[in-house]
Nanobody, 120 residues
């Protein structure tokens, strides 16, 4: 499966952004979908994951209550709605597909990343 992330940009603290990740290739609904992020000089961090049907979601502690992951299997797309953004949310955000997991090593397929910059 090929993944294409989009929707990043510059936003002020307290603002919102919605990221999208469009999938092509093998059946999108066969994969759990995750979002990760990587800030400069830091390791890639788990943000959120959603099950194949969309019925289960998990979030990293730093984004819980502010971010919402969702998917539309008819459109082969997963979304990440980010509210109440903070400067520490600044990072390159990556979508990934495979099993439902919180660790990068469990994902085989990755998108190219989209940059989110939150100004204070």
């Amino acid at each position: 499966v090929q993944l294409q992330a989009s929707g990043g940009g510059l936003v002020q603290a307290g603002g919102s952004l919605r990221l999208s990740c469009a999938a092509s290739g093998r059946t999108f609904s066969s994969y759990a979908m995750g979002w990760f992020r990587q800030a400069p000089g830091k390791e890639r961090e788990f943000v959120a994951v959603i099950s194949r049907s969309g019925g289960m979601t998990y979030y990293g502690d730093s984004v819980k209550g502010r971010f919402t992951i969702s998917r539309d299997n008819a459109k082969n797309t997963v979304y990440l709605l980010m509210n109440s953004l903070k400067p520490e949310d600044t990072a390159v955000y990556y979508c990934a597909a495979d099993v439902m997991a919180k660790t990068t090593s469990r994902y085989e397929y990755w998108g190219q990343g989209t940059l989110v910059t939150v100004s204070s």
